[in-house]
């Protein structure tokens, strides 16, 4: 069992950077993928970006391709999502989530066993 919290969320203007963390509750997440997504009102949950248990591989959705970073310090037991170029439709709940499918490849929120409660990153104009 992977207990994950988020932290970081808050308003933001459009233009600005934030980065998010994930702590996991155990030194075991370092072996699981460790993915971000975002559900905005009214929107289904979707993927934003994914990295591998050892933190080589990484992958994200087109829409935040140069935008935003995906990383982990494994020592810390801590997923991060450093975001910049924030734009108003970016708003959403943040979730981290932990599984067991490789990178590239786990893009779908099926294919994660823990999830976080999620962090408000709102981006206004």
């Known amino acids: 069992q992977v207990q994950l919290v988020e932290s970081g969320g808050k308003l933001v203007q459009a233009g600005d950077s934030l980065r998010l963390s994930c702590a996991a509750s155990?030194?075991?997440?370092?072996?699981?993928?460790m993915g971000w997504f975002r559900q905005a009102p009214g929107k289904e949950r979707e993927f934003v970006a994914c990295i591998s248990s050892s933190g080589i591989t990484t992958d994200y959705a087109d829409f935040v391709k140069g935008r935003f970073t995906i990383s982990r310090d494994n020592t810390k037991n801590t997923l991060y999502l450093q975001m910049t170029s924030l734009k108003p439709e970016d708003t959403a709940v943040y979730s981290c989530?932990?599984?067991?499918?490789?990178?590239?490849?786990?893009?779908?929120?099926?294919?994660?066993?823990?999830w976080g409660q999620g962090t408000q990153v709102t981006v206004s104009s």
């Open positions: 989530a932990a599984g067991i499918w490789g990178v590239p490849g786990a893009r779908s929120r099926f294919q994660y066993d823990f």
């Open positions: 155990t030194r075991t997440s370092s072996a699981y993928t």
